[in-house]
């Protein structure tokens, strides 16, 4: 038996995009070759139709396109490699924590717990709506299959708002998570992330870092810096690392990058 990871892209909004386009194309076929209506409004009912129409075309095309790519076994195997090159970075010591933020499916929390046998993963998630394959359930199936199910805790939970203490984890990570919270200040969601590391702790957030999501980034890593941190930096991964500039552009990646340190 194979875990099952699913898709970074939701199956329910590919098969909302397709069933919108067709109904948008039967509509617009319809009304351009009825008699209806006429004149001035038939004129401007058939252009605000066919250009909805081309944009869910496109749109559908996009996320197919998306869905295929995301595939975590799908022929590139781009998800895996990325989540495989993400787990290098956690190293836990022996009966040490580690926290995996937007664990979804839980690839990566099993990921790392592969690399660190002696050591445990939590994997937190709201498992919300958007996303309503991924739940607790499935993690722990996976986690059970790949043999990895004793040293791995799934719960919920709010990334905005850890139920954790201060300094409780080893190592923190995160996989493409935090953009997708809708929050003003999303360096204030990766210091609530930093607040759960203990002293020494590594962490390895990768995400799409451009300014418009997250602000000043040079100053991020100054910040921690004087806040005692060890070691801060980015890792731009769509240069080749974990993925080529022209898979990150095809895929609107651009700007993703792995936040690394030590505290």
Not at 213 to 224: I, S
């Amino acid at each position: 038996m194979k875990p099952n990871y699913k898709n970074w892209v939701p199956k329910g909004m590919v098969v909302s995009m397709i069933v919108g386009t067709i109904i948008t194309g039967i509509i617009f076929a319809v009304l351009l070759f009825s008699d209806l209506m006429a004149g001035t409004a038939y004129l401007v009912v058939n252009i605000i139709l066919g250009v909805l129409f081309l944009g869910l075309l496109l749109s559908s095309i996009c996320v197919i396109f998306w869905y295929q790519s995301f595939s975590y076994n799908g022929n590139k195997k781009f998800a895996q490699r990325i989540i495989k090159k993400i787990a290098e970075y956690v190293v836990l010591p022996k009966d040490g924590k580690g926290l995996d933020i937007g664990c979804g499916s839980g690839a990566l929390t099993i990921a790392c717990a592969k690399n660190n046998p002696e050591g445990k993963m939590i994997g937190l998630d709201r498992w919300g709506k958007e996303y309503a394959s991924f739940t607790k359930g499935l993690c722990e199936s996976n986690a059970e299959i790949e043999g990895v199910a004793k040293n791995i805790t799934f719960v919920k939970g709010d990334a905005c708002k850890l139920d954790f203490p201060d300094n409780s984890f080893d190592a923190v990570t995160s996989n493409y998570c935090y953009h997708n919270i809708l929050v003003k200040g999303r360096q204030e969601l990766l210091l609530e992330t930093l607040r759960v590391l203990k002293k020494g702790g590594t962490f390895a957030i990768h995400d799409i870092f451009t300014k418009s999501r997250y602000g000043d980034m040079d100053k991020f890593l100054k910040k921690l810096k004087d806040m005692g941190f060890e070691k801060a930096e980015l890792l731009d991964t769509a240069n080749g690392k974990f993925m080529t500039k022209k898979e990150a552009r095809a895929l609107c990646l651009t700007g993703s990058k792995l936040l690394v340190g030590k505290k």
